[in-house]
């Protein structure tokens, strides 16, 4: 008998568990984005996905697993991109280069924004997603290997905690300004001062 029959069922079995999987990722980031991540369980995911739990965990071994996910399979990987473009545009030596990825920047966090509170309450209450934030943060400074370089070598964990500073400094903005409303300031205004505050700072000696 040809093995094609049954390799063309495990090409289906395989398909299908893709399309769980990327369903149950979807499901759970717009619940994430309109309820917060504590408020949502794994019943409330695996119903609005139209799974039952038992599936839900033959993909993921809970929620940690699936905000993992959804930050590889896309929110990692573009603020990645933003901050290898951070180290293309402080090789210029620029201000106003500089200034123009700080309004970059911003842009990045309103695209983001709506997972922003999920993103801090997961890390608040998961030691697993802090784990993962933690990692998430020392792959940007590796995403800039010209700036790191540019710095003594024992003098690189300073490079780093400057990268780390940089992105807490515009989490904590963007939180207070954008979802807050506690910063009253307009974005060309914040990328202005920012620049003021970090062009210098990133000076590598």
């Known amino acids: 008998m040809s093995p094609e029959p049954t390799a063309q069922r495990g ?4 398909e299908h568990k893709r399309l769980t999987t990327a369903r149950i990722v979807d499901t759970a980031r ?9 408020s949502v369980r794994v019943d409330d995911i695996a119903a609005a996905a139209g799974c039952s739990r038992a599936t839900f965990y033959l993909h993921f071994a809970g929620k940690p697993e699936v905000l993992r996910a959804i930050a590889n399979q ?11 473009d951070l180290d293309r545009v402080l090789t210029t ?8 990825w700080m309004a970059r920047a911003i842009d990045w966090f309103f695209v983001n924004k709506d997972m922003l509170p999920a993103w801090d ?3 608040a209450v998961e030691p697993e997603f802090r784990r993962l934030a933690r990692e998430g943060i020392m792959t940007l400074a590796d995403s800039m290997p010209d700036y790191l370089a540019r710095w003594p ?5 300073e490079a780093r905690l400057r990268i780390e500073l940089l ?17 009253d300031v307009t974005a060309e205004q914040a990328a202005e001062v920012l620049t003021d505050v970090w062009f210098p700072a990133l000076r590598a000696p």
């Not at 717009?30 to 504590?38: A, P």
């Not at 896309?74 to 290898?84: I, N």
């Not at 070598?153 to 964990?157: G, H, K, Q, S, V």
């Open 11 to 14: 090409s289906l079995r395989e």
């Open 30 to 38: 717009t619940l994430f984005e309109t309820r917060g991540y504590s």
């Open 74 to 84: 896309g929110t990692l990987t573009s603020v990645r991109m933003v901050y290898a």
């Open 93 to 100: 030596g620029s201000r106003a280069a500089f200034a123009d």
């Open 121 to 123: 309450e997961a890390t």
């Open 153 to 157: 070598e024992d003098r690189r964990e």
């Open 167 to 183: 992105v807490a400094q515009l989490e904590r903005f963007f939180t207070r300004w954008a979802m807050q409303g506690t910063i």
